[in-house]
Structure formats: C-alpha cells, structure tokens
C-alpha cells in the first residue's frame, strides 16, 4: 500500500527517521516517521501508542493528519500528511510585508506550513507531548512543555487542564506582535520564576504601535489564576479575533519581522539540546522523539519529588492518628507486609484501622518522623515505588526518648491525577509506639 521514496530522507533523530513515501494506489506523497522499537524504554512505547492514539482523533484541516499506524516486529511506521513549506516563524521574516492583523496564536516549532506556495495552509504538527482532557478535567499531567511556553500552574507543580493552553498560545501571541517571548532569561530558574509572577510587560517603543485589542487579548490569556483565564471559547469571541478587519492594525511591522529574526536564531541555536531535526532544504519537520532533556530531567525530579511529599503526608496522617487523612492517601485495597502482622500479608483498611482506633487517635505524646535515604524510581507514567528508612521519635510512658528504625518501601499507583498507595513493606521494629 505504500512505498519509499528513493533517497527521500528528511530528517532523522535519536529513535526514528522521516521519509519521504508514496500511497501506491493513488500515487500521492506523504511523511513515513519510522521509529526503531527495539531501543525504546517501556515509557517511550506508552508515549508512542498515546500519540498515535491522540493523532487519529484529530482530523482538521489545519492540523497534520496521521493517515495510518503501521507496527511490525522492531518498527513502528506513522504515516503523515507531507508539508513541505517549513516553519510559520521562519516564512514570516521571509516576507514582504507583515502587520498585527497577519498574527495569529500557535506555537513556533509545530507550526508548518502544507507548502512553499504563497498563502498555504498552516498546520499544527506533533502531538508527542500531548494529554487527552475530558471536559474541565484537572490533574497533574506532569512536567511537559518547551520552559518558555510553560504555564504558571505546571510550574508550580499544580492540577492542570485546558488553561494551559490558552497560556502558551498568549506567549506565542506576543512573540508574534514584537518578536520577542514576554518571559526571557538564560537562567532557567530565574525564568520560572518571571513566569510565576506573570512579570511581563509592554515596553516602548515596539509595543506604542499595537492595538490596545490585541494588549487585552494578551492580558487575558497571560492571567496567572487559570480560573480567570480566558477560555478557547471566549477568546475566538475577543474583537481583536472576531473584528479583526477593523480592530487589528495594518501597519508593516518591520521592526518585529527584525526581532524575529533573532528570536529564530537563538532557537536553532538552542536545538542541538533536543532531539527535534528540521530540515533547511524543505522544511519538513520531525516529530520530536522525546522532550527537551531538561524537561525529561524537570519531569522526573518534579514527579519524584511528588512521591516523597506524598510519602510524607501518608506518615504525617499515621503520627496524627488521623485514619481518614490516611485513607484517603491509600487504595482501598492496600497490601502491605509489616511487623504488626507478623510477616503475614495483609490487604484492605480493616487491620490498619484497629491501630488508629485503639492506639494512635489516642496517643497524645509528640511523634516525630525522619525519612532518610528516600530512593524513588518512577515506572511508566503512573506508578512509582519509594524506598527508604524510618526513624520514629517518641516519648516513652515513663517519659524517655525512644527512637525506632524500620526499612520501608511503598508502591504508588496514579488515579485521577492522585498519588495512592497500593502496596507497604516494612522491616524492622513495629513504627506504631507501642509504650
């Protein structure tokens, strides 16, 4: 059904490659990402069947359409629209004439245009970051994203859905209207935290000429609290979007098209750190095989970081004796091998319940705990498991300081976007002060 192009190599990254191929029956051209399956983690293969999943639902003529999905023994193949006039940001400088009304939200290196032609068609390409959310769905998704394009809320490690898009696409809209992002700094932290702060600005005299529309619309989008965010909806109803004929400035923006044209330089510049190849000769553009390493490292940090507040929070409810605290950070069908119950198995609530009921709700002396050495190692995107020792301080019904010492180690499983704990083994003396 299809067949190579000979000597159609497009561009090529860690774990796959892009070719050039053709649709035997019809003899039209398309784009053949071709991963090698046989060098890929258990998490890459989740991320490869979720963005193959995530691209057969998306058919819109402004978005790359994935034609087919070919697995076979070491190879999958994704079949692709062709687009072959480049990037938007690069055909802007390219361009005679340029002004506010041309701008349009999108996102920089995923925005392509079908071909070199005058006019053609823009399309929103790789979708290999991207999550499904249902309706106003809210959860932490994990730390994905190019750092200046992320949204206050996934900074700050916090549910997230739709909102963040709007963010990115407000970031995107500035860049287009002056050339420059709102948010700039080469430390990533001190970046981070401008985009915490929503510390950006309009400054003279690039931003004297742009429509006070458009300055709202940005406003609107760049809002901190994602509750007040503007939404999809409300902002295709905006006059700069809705009345653009007569709102949006006509005036040539050299001055941005300049700007840009840095901008696009500092880009490529910075590409050799990730794994997204474009090609210089007809601008077809690969499908990153993974995320900006600093944003894998971001996201495994951040995540592993999760566990062990989460950890926390789960001791934190035993030394209160507050069961439903506890429970709620448990799957209800909890296993877990423990001291208490003499190496026995133990599965469900019932047996944990006993010592909240009858020894810890009623124990009024301080309990202090000490994680030491917790080891977190993340498996797939929604399960990790913590090892770590236990050192639990407490006063003695005769008024000593006592301290006990267990090695534990907790599996954790994610629901909903909420760490739960499936699983418990501890070594060790009993952690409960039994005196």
């Not at 046989?38 to 639902?57: G, P, T, V």
């Not at 000593?400 to 699983?423: F, I, L, M, Y």
Request: net charge neutral; proline share 5%.
């Amino acid at each position: 059904m299809w067949a190579p192009v000979p000597s159609c190599c497009q561009a090529r990254g860690a774990f796959s490659v892009v070719r050039r191929c053709v649709k035997l029956c019809t003899g039209h051209e398309y784009a053949a990402k071709i991963i090698n399956t046989k060098k890929l983690s258990a998490r890459d293969h989740q991320k490869l069947e979720r963005e193959a999943r995530i691209c057969r639902l998306l058919k819109h003529s402004n978005i790359v359409r994935l034609h087919d999905s070919i697995s076979e023994e070491g190879f999958h193949y994704l079949v692709f629209d062709l687009v072959t006039g480049g990037e938007l940001f690069e055909d802007i400088v390219a361009r005679e004439y340029y002004s506010e009304a041309d701008a349009r939200p999108c996102a920089p290196e995923n925005l392509l245009l079908a071909s070199k032609c005058k006019g053609a068609a823009v399309k929103l390409a790789d979708f290999g970051l991207a999550i499904e959310v249902q309706g106003d769905q809210q959860a932490w998704f994990g730390f994905a994203g190019t750092p200046g394009y992320l949204s206050p809320e996934v900074l700050r490690k916090e549910a997230y859905g739709k909102p963040v898009d709007i963010w990115a696409c407000g970031v995107i809209l500035y860049i287009l209207l002056v050339g420059y992002p709102p948010f700039w700094d080469e430390d990533q932290h001190k970046l981070y935290q401008q985009i915490k702060a929503g510390a950006y600005d309009f400054p003279s005299p690039e931003w004297d000429t742009v429509t006070p529309e458009a300055k709202n619309l940005i406003n609107q989008m760049l809002t901190i609290n994602p509750a007040k965010r503007i939404t999809a909806h409300e902002a295709l109803k905006h006059p700069w979007v809705c009345q653009r004929s007569t709102v949006a400035s006509m005036m040539h923006r050299q001055e941005t098209v300049e700007c840009l044209k840095k901008f696009n330089a500092r880009r490529k510049l910075k590409e050799p750190q990730t794994t997204v190849i474009h090609n210089p000769v007809d601008g077809i553009k690969e499908s990153s095989d993974s995320a900006n390493t600093t944003i894998e490292d971001e996201d495994a940090k951040a995540r592993k970081q999760e566990i062990i507040k989460t950890t926390e929070q789960l001791i934190e409810a035993v030394n209160n004796g507050d069961f439903e605290a506890y429970a709620k950070i448990c799957d209800p069908g909890l296993t877990s091998f423990e001291p208490e119950a003499l190496g026995n198995l133990v599965e469900g609530m019932d047996f944990h319940r006993f010592y909240f009921e009858n020894l810890l709700a009623k124990n009024s002396k301080p309990i202090h705990t000490t994680i030491l050495n917790p080891h977190v190692h993340v498996i797939g995107e929604d399960a990790a498991c913590i090892a770590y020792i236990r050192l639990t301080q407490y006063i003695d019904g005769q008024g000593r300081p006592r301290t006990s010492q267990s090695e534990e180690t907790r599996v954790w499983h994610r629901r909903d976007g909420k760490w739960q704990n499936v699983h418990f083994h501890c070594s060790g003396a009993p952690v409960a002060p039994l005196q």
